[in-house]
Structure formats: C-alpha cells, structure tokens
C-alpha cells in the first residue's frame, strides 16, 4: 500500500480521488482550505510552503503518487483572475517541484494533475498570459488578462489551465521526471457536477452558458467516475504514460476541434534524430 498526496481532498473530484484511495487501503494525505489533514491556502505563497513542509514531515520522504485537485473554478469577481493563477498554477507547480524528492524515492511514482477542456474550448486566451505563469510571472499574467474586464476571470482560469497542462508537458519528459521514474500526466474534464460547477449553476447567466454549451453525450460528468480514471492513472498500468492531457468531457473538445488533432510536428525537431546527427537516450 502506498502514500499519496491529494490536494482539493475536502470536496468534488479531490475528495472522491481521496476516498477511493483510502477504501483501497492506501495512506492519504488530503491538502486542502479547508477540512483536510493539512489546512493550507495555495493562493499564497506562504500557504504553499505549509503545504510543502507539512506533507513532506507526515510522508517520511517518500511519496507514491500526488493529486493535484485543488483549484477554483471561472467565477467572476475583483480579484478572482489572480486568486485563479495562484491556486490553479502556482499552487501546482511549487508543491510538485518541493514534493519531487520524496516522489523519486518511491521509484515508480505516478502524478495526475487536474487540467480542463476549457484549455481548448476558450477561444482567444492570449498566449502572453501563459507564457508569463510559465516564467513565474503570475501578476504580469494578470495585468494582461485585465483587458477582458467581466471575462477576466475565465479568460484566467482558461490560461491556468493551458499553463499548468504545459508545464506538465514539458517536465514529464525530463530527467528530473521521467528519468527519476516518476509519469506525470493530467487530466482534463468537462463539466462535472461537482460543488464548483454548482457555485455556476447558482448564477442564471452562468448557467445559461453551461446549458448551452455543446456536449455531444449530454449532461454533466461525476466525480466518481473522474476519480475512477485518475486512480486508473496512479496504477502500474500507467506506467507508459508520460506527459499526456487525458480529456474526459463527454465530446465538447472533440466536437470543437475534430480536425484539429494531430498538430503537425515541425520537422526541425525530428530531423536530427532521422538523419542520425543525434542519438536519443531514454532515462530508464
Ligand atoms: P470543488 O470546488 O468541488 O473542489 C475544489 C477543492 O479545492 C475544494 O475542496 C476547495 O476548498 C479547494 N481549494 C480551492 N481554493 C483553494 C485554496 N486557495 N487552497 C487550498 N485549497 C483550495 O471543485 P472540483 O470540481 O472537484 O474541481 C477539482 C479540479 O478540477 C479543479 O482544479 C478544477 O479547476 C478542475 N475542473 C473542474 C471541472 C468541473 O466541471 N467541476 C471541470 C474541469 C476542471
């Protein structure tokens, strides 16, 4: 049995990933605002590193899988954009980059962190934003998605959420990651029924966008069943997966960008590899 850290474990998909895991016997340690083992606020930096001292003292430094749940939702409010992009990025990244060390020592670690199809299905989220969350920059991110007055707060979640899937891209492959054993993918769902996507619902005009949005197989998703692939992606059956964004939306991203997939890859970066002038060594 293992030890795994869930982070948004006192409610909706946290909460469910959490309970499974502890019926299958393993030992869970819940980070969340509010009733949880470890009560920390990811929107600031001194919440984080609570949260990283906390779960590295409770775990004995070695850490089988973590779970990052914990987020806020596209709500508007004055400071809703940046409270987004610090829970949503930043309370991410810092916690995974201080729990690695005791990730690498389980040796077969697995790591599911929570995305969303709003990464693909919000149109015109400035590439600017995301780029400067990915260079810690989260108040510059701000200033930029200040333009879209009442839209600010979705445009940020929608760039939290792109930020942190290509954070999670660009790390899995590495030797820090892949190479210390650990497979870092994420997940991206649609809308599912959890309280956050209720805090929406309680807003006419939210939910009449919600409503209305195109979901090929209708209705909303469960947490249950979210917390059923993301435990599917702590398992040894996982360990080919690397640096993926699973969605599980009910079709709303297939049914936007069916042609969209695959993006070409440019050719410069296979070149190399194909004309032998570089070797590729795997980190196993
Ligand atoms: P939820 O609101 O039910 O749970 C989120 C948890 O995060 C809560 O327990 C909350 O207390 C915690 N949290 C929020 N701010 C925090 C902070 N500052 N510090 C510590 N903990 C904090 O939401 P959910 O629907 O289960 O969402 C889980 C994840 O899935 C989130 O990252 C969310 O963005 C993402 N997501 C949700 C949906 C959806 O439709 N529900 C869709 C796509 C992605």
């Known amino acids: 049995m293992g030890t795994y850290v869930v982070t948004g474990s006192a409610s909706g998909m946290g909460r469910a990933v959490a309970e499974r895991l502890r019926a299958d016997g393993h030992t869970v340690i819940g980070v969340d605002i509010q009733a ?24 004995g430094g070695r850490l089988d899988g973590a779970v990052l749940a914990a987020g806020l939702g596209p709500t508007p409010g004055k400071d809703q954009p940046s409270r987004i992009i610090q829970v949503n990025f930043f309370g991410v990244i810092e916690l995974l980059q201080a729990w690695r060390p005791a990730l690498a020592a389980a040796e077969r670690a697995k790591v599911v962190v929570f995305s969303s199809n709003s990464t693909t299905t919000i149109p015109a989220i400035p ?72 805090k929406q619902l309680s807003t ?34 996982a360990d080919f997966l690397c640096g993926s964004v699973l969605f599980v939306d009910g079709g709303s991203d297939a049914y936007f960008r069916a042609d969209d997939w695959p993006g070409s890859l440019p050719a410069r970066r296979l070149a190399p590899y194909l004309w032998k002038f570089k070797r590729f060594k795997s980190f196993s």
């Not at 990811?42 to 906390?54: E, F, H, I, N």
Request: glycine letters at 10%.
């Open 36 to 59: 949880a083992d470890v009560v920390a606020d990811l929107s600031t930096p001194a919440g984080r590193r609570t949260a990283v001292d906390a779960v590295l003292s409770t775990c």
């Open 127 to 198: 590439g600017r934003a995301i780029r400067a969350m990915l260079d810690g920059d989260g108040e510059k991110a701000v200033r930029i998605l200040r333009i879209f007055g009442r839209a600010a707060a979705s445009m940020a979640y929608g760039a939290s959420k792109i930020a942190v899937s290509r954070w999670v891209r660009r790390n899995a492959v590495t030797r820090d990651w892949a190479g210390a054993g650990i497979r870092l993918n994420a997940i991206a769902p649609g809308a599912i029924l959890t309280p956050l996507l209720e």
């Open 204 to 237: 006419p005009a939210e939910a009449k966008t919600i409503h209305s949005f195109p979901v090929p197989i209708g209705g909303f998703g469960d947490a249950g069943q979210l917390a059923d692939w993301v435990v599917f992606m702590l398992s040894d059956a």
